[in-house]
């Protein structure tokens, strides 16, 4: 049908409705879309063509100019089709002002890589960057997956210490030597591994941390009881390149609280006792004091 419409050059199929002075046309039984473009002349019908400016749907289009013709209420009509050489020239104007940015020439002088993609650096200026590892990783499933290498989404509920692993177990034959383990590392630890290990226990959760931009570290190990009532215990140490680590235990550090208290008790009874040794050289000078008055009484009683 489209065919044998082009091949006569008008389309006129339905009616259509104008107000003489305005640009959009209505159209009744009109199929305007799939037939008429812009460019097209609606009005000959009258004798007065106007360019149409765009088709908007199938039963309304938009002239270029005020409607000059008379007003008509559903009556016929015609528009006219443009010769094809029009519209293509139309069309490589609206391309060549595309193309005038030059960002199609800058894409088209990259040359593609794999894991790439392009990035504008500038007005008309594209260069490859490169992806990394991370966006090529599975997103998380749900809000609580914790799948390991998958990229979190907004709105996932994910508490951070569940970012890493929860943290190895060395059972008594793993061979770990809890005094070398590196840096940041965190684990169940049996003491049957190698190192210097506290009492009290044997299973720790150990973790190590440096405390400095060298070497220092900080190793925290808390004692683990499968069952019981134990009272719990942590113990703190230091170390700084091969120096020996010191360990600090619950009962060191009530010792510590101890000997507070007993300094604190002494300072007092040093106290206590200036203030004594005050009182006695005081009770001397009254001593004095009374034994001259009772010799000067002696010598005035009569012989």
Do not use: C
């Not at 309304?60 to 209420?73: E, K, N, S, V």
């Not at 925290?220 to 680590?245: C, F, K, M, N």
């Amino acid at each position: 049908m489209a065919g044998n419409l082009y091949d006569q050059g008008y389309y006129e199929s339905g009616t259509a409705s104008i107000t003489q002075g305005q640009t959009v046309v209505t159209g009744q039984g009109t199929a305007w879309s799939q037939i008429v473009r812009p460019a097209d002349d609606f009005g000959k019908h009258v004798g007065r063509p106007i360019p149409i400016a765009s088709v908007d749907s199938d039963t309304q289009i938009t002239l270029a100019y005020p409607w000059p013709g008379p007003t008509q209420a559903a009556a016929p009509y015609r528009v006219t089709f443009t010769p094809y050489h029009v519209a293509y020239r139309q069309a490589l104007q609206e391309i060549g002002q595309l193309l005038s940015s030059g960002n199609v020439s800058a894409l088209a002088g990259l040359v593609g890589a794999a894991g790439a993609v392009p990035m504008f650096t500038g007005p008309g200026v594209l260069d490859l960057v490169e992806l990394g590892a991370g966006a090529f990783h599975d997103v998380t499933a749900s809000p609580e997956d914790v799948t390991v290498d998958r990229l979190l989404k907004v709105g996932d509920n994910i508490n951070f210490h569940r970012l890493r692993d929860s943290g190895a177990y060395y059972g008594p034959t793993a061979g770990r030597n809890i005094d070398t383990v590196p840096v940041g590392d965190v684990g169940l630890y049996s003491t049957g591994n190698p190192g210097a290990w506290p009492s009290g226990s044997t299973f720790f959760w150990v973790s190590t941390q440096r405390t400095y931009v060298t070497d220092a570290k900080l190793q925290v190990a808390i004692a683990y009881h499968s069952s019981g009532a134990q009272e719990p215990a942590q113990w703190l140490r230091t170390a700084s390149g091969e120096a020996d680590a010191r360990r600090l235990d619950n009962h060191e550090l009530r010792l510590g609280n101890v000997e507070k208290q007993a300094s604190d008790a002494a300072a007092a009874m040093r106290a206590v006792e200036g203030t004594l040794n005050g009182l006695a050289a005081d009770m001397r000078v009254t001593r004095e004091i009374l034994q001259r008055l009772e010799a000067a009484q002696r010598g005035r009683e009569p012989q």
